[in-house]
């Protein structure tokens, strides 16, 4: 174990998101990590989660929580590390119950359990108006409330929405006492959030520059930083893990999923990242400084869910010769077919990969043409959205009829055609005044 200098607060990013590797973890917890924070949430999480709670009442917290409250067990009974993470996704409650249970079931008692509940939107409808046919909505908390459990003896923190950043702030304010208007830190503090939120991504992960040279990802370096009272830190990685920590890697993150760097918005603070410095101090270590901050947005972010129907998908790959154009017709069949059948499809969507799919288009036709060369094989990818489910479904069957009577030489590519529609969610974010969710958030503590 790495020991770390007096007054310096260590954060692991143990997780970026619902269904990442935990391979990264075993290696923060042995480098020393006072708190490991597994962030897990976003907009689809939320949705599947919400899928998973209409099966089962008991459901609708990610389901790898369990996995990561194992791998720090230890350290957080004898005290050395504390998780905290917002995998209790829409019923964090249930969430809580189901770690204070495992722990018991594992003979591990004394551990202090605290669920924050409150960004549920649905209690609020009269405020809201929200659509009667609302599956889920959910406002974005910040830091506070983590603050409030951490400061109840909290050993392990189980919250639903919690913006991503705010999970990394809350141990930073609780250990320093950061005041909740000390602009400057408090960004300071969202900025290593959002630089260690996303795992590996600040290590190398989907780096931009000389991946190759990053080794084989089979031993991932999730980010450490290493924060100061004053807001200044460090961004590091466990010693012989794999990625890079460089001043290229640490900007890039800084700038994923950013809409305007002067100003991030944040339920605690209004971030500025263009006033961020990082300093490059060489092996796998960058300074983080001279983060400014200003007041917190008025409103919280609400995010509403609603249903959108039910999608069919079918895709038809073609080989060369005429590889796009037998792509083309099979997609003009599934019109055609829908129209003749009277199936009310609300949207269509058609890519081909090898032509002009997730990049945009990829091969000059005409260019090819002359040049007598074409694509070698293309895949029709084609999704139509119903209102019904049965429409979508029956849609679906239709495709099989091009086997033996549309272009020559399909191969069927991907899921089964009887896996079944896939059931659609609409999102859309709402302000939302925070004096009508405050008085709601609570906090729940449970020793195992």
Known sequence: ???????????????????????????????????????????????????????????GYTRDLPAYVAMAAAPIVEGSTRLITNAGGINPVAAGRAVVEGLRAAGLHGVKVATVVGDDLRPHDAG???????????????????????????????????????????????????????????AAGVTIGHLLECSAQVTGGNYSGDWWNLGDFSAPGFPIAECAPDGTAVITKPPGTGGRVSFDTVREQLLYEVHDPAAYLNPDVTADFTSVQLDDL?????????????????????????????????RLAYPWPDAEAKARAAARFLVARADALGIAVLEWHEEYFGLDALGGPTVDLDAADDAGTEPNEVMARVVWRCADRSDASRLAREAGQLGLGGPPMVTPFGRARDTGPTALMSLAAIPVARDLVDPGVRIGLEVS
Not at 20 to 32: I, K, Q, R, W, Y
């Open 1 to 59: 174990m790495i020991v770390q200098d007096a007054g310096v607060i260590r954060l692991g990013g143990g997780q970026g998101f619902y269904g990442d590797g935990h391979a990264g973890v075993g290696p923060l917890l042995e480098a020393g990590v006072d708190y490991l924070i597994c962030e897990a949430l976003a907009e689809l999480t939320l949705a599947i989660l919400a899928k998973d709670r209409r099966r089962d009442e008991s459901l």
């Open 128 to 186: 809201l108006g929200l659509p009667g046919d609302t599956i889920f909505a959910a406002a974005y908390l910040g830091a506070a409330p983590i603050v409030e459990a951490l400061d109840a003896g909290a050993q392990i923190v189980i919250t639903g929405r919690v913006a991503d950043a705010s999970l990394f702030l809350a141990p930073l304010v609780h250990e320093f006492g950061w005041s909740d208007d000390d602009w400057d830190r408090l």
């Open 282 to 314: 060489s092996d796998d270590r960058v300074r983080v400084h001279g983060v400014a901050g200003a007041p917190r947005p008025q409103d919280y972010k609400g995010l509403v869910c609603t249903p959108a129907g039910y999608s069919g998908e079918s």
